[in-house]
């Protein structure tokens, strides 16, 4: 998983918290942007301007459930293709983050790493928050999804009748993890009402 820095740092935030419970070892790769708007979406300042996973989750956090890598560090496991995992989300993904893996230019370990999954047919998702988006913005968004990611924009349903701001986060959540092929909470799916007239096959 990995966090850059666009509008939407509550997501990641809640996205990390899923898939802890889903009790999976998550390698974390966080962004200096992303610092910046965590301390601007979330009033978080990290100590020494480093991540602090248990911080940033509000709990402790065994060190062996999130493995924390530098995103300077282009030596780390996931920039190698033999790296082996289940997949990768950037979540958010910002614009500057999708242009570099659109184009192939892997000056981070974040998109460095992205561009492995690519090469090596992996899992990728991305979701991005932007509005309104340019013409560059979508033709990088088709550009990494005919190398095979998944697109997954920070889009909110409302059938699920959110009361609160983490019944949107969470339903969120969900679409990410269904995109990860991950379980996720079930009680956030459509449930069908029964009401319509038709015929059901």
């Known amino acids: 998983m990995a966090i850059t820095g666009a509008s939407g740092a509550p997501y990641a935030r809640a996205l990390l918290g899923a898939l802890l419970k889903a009790n999976l070892q998550v390698h974390l790769l966080v962004s200096q942007a992303a610092l910046l708007v965590m301390r601007e979406e979330m009033a978080l300042t990290f100590e020494g301007n480093q991540f602090d996973a248990s911080f940033y989750l509000g709990h402790a956090v065994e060190p062996e459930q999130i493995i924390l890598y530098d995103e300077r560090d282009l030596a780390a496991g996931p920039a190698s293709g033999s790296f082996r995992h289940r997949g990768m989300i950037i979540c958010p993904c910002s614009m500057k983050t999708l242009a570099n893996i659109a184009t192939g230019t892997g000056g981070s370990l974040i998109t460095r790493a992205a561009d492995a999954c690519l090469k090596e047919r992996r899992r990728l998702v991305l979701v991005p928050r932007e509005t309104p988006l340019s013409l560059i913005h979508l033709k990088n968004m088709v550009a990494v999804t005919e190398a095979g990611a ?5 889009m909110p349903g409302f059938y ?3 009361k609160t701001l983490d019944d949107l986060l969470n339903h969120l959540v969900l679409k990410m993890m269904d995109a990860l092929q991950i379980e996720g909470d079930s009680n ?3 449930k069908d009402t029964g009401t319509g007239s038709g015929e059901s096959i």
């Open 150 to 154: 998944v697109v997954l924009p920070a």
């Open 160 to 162: 699920v009748r959110p």
């Open 188 to 190: 956030l799916r459509w």
